[in-house]
T-cell receptor
Framework: SQQGEEDPQALSIQEGENATMNCSYK?????LQWYRQNSGRGLVHLIL?????REKHSGRLRVTLDTSKKSSSLLITASRAADTASYFC?????????FGSGTRLQVQP | ETGVTQTPRHLVMGMTNKKSLKCEQH?????MYWYKQSAKKPLELMFV???????ENNSVPSRFSPECPNSSHLFLHLHTLQPEDSALYLC??????????????FGPGTRLLVL
């Protein structure tokens, strides 16, 4: 069954603006991960947050996790045209990751 | 460059053909995965291998046959596929910690078209 569900499905912003994507999931998790995919290519890992963590930063990325609400958010600050891609959250179970449908981010120069 | 390579990058095959997809990881990981990504669908897990042993088969039709000869190589053998099997097939590897799934490293994928 599908675990992560991203919101919004698509997002279009101007360069320099911040982009926020949300992910909701249904069952308990060990960790939650965010990945990025450029059109038709493989996924690239961005950040992993464990179930006992609430917030994590990596460069211009900020991820939060609320296990009581079963939700996570990814914030990209000061976006660039090169950030244009699809972003996926993935919840980690015992054996594998379960991915959501993704958010397509378009950053206009 | 993630350390995971996949060949071929593109493949067109007829429904009666037999072909194989290859994945190789240079990261020293002991878990490898096959995923299918179809248009407008979430990434679907197909198979999981840990230390060359298959630990997950996500109800994949038998026309897809995985093979893992060692921890660095993973194959997906294809035969008598259907047009709906056209998709991007992604391989990934990881190093589970205390049995938990950690960061996965993906290859660039094989874009498959079944005619």
């Amino acid at each position: 069954s599908q675990q992560g569900e991203e919101d919004p499905q698509a997002l279009s912003i101007q360069e320099g603006e911040n982009a926020t994507m949300n992910c909701s999931y249904k069952t308990s998790i060990n960790n939650l991960q965010w990945y990025r995919q450029n059109s038709g290519r493989g996924l690239v890992h961005l950040i992993l947050i464990r179930s006992n963590e609430r917030e994590k930063h990596s460069g211009r990325l900020r991820v939060t996790l609320d296990t009581s609400k079963k939700s996570s958010s990814l914030l990209i600050t000061a976006s660039r045209a090169a950030d244009t891609a699809s972003y996926f959250c993935a919840t980690a179970g015992r054996r594998a990751l379960t991915f959501g449908s993704g958010t397509r981010l378009q950053v206009q120069p | 460059e993630t350390g995971v390579t996949q060949t071929p990058r593109h493949l067109v095959m007829g429904m009666t053909n037999k072909k194989s997809l290859k994945c190789e990881q240079h990261l020293g990981h002991n878990a490898m995965y096959w995923y299918k990504q179809s248009a407008k669908k979430p990434l679907e897990l197909m198979f999981v291998y840990n230390f060359k042993e298959q630990t997950e088969n996500n109800s994949v039709p038998s026309r897809f046959s995985p093979e893992c000869p060692n921890s660095s190589h993973l194959f997906l053998h294809l035969h008598t596929l259907q047009p709906e099997d056209s998709a991007l097939y992604l391989c990934a590897s990881s190093h589970p910690v205390r049995g938990q799934v950690e960061t996965q490293y993906f290859g660039p994928g094989t874009r498959l078209l079944v005619l």
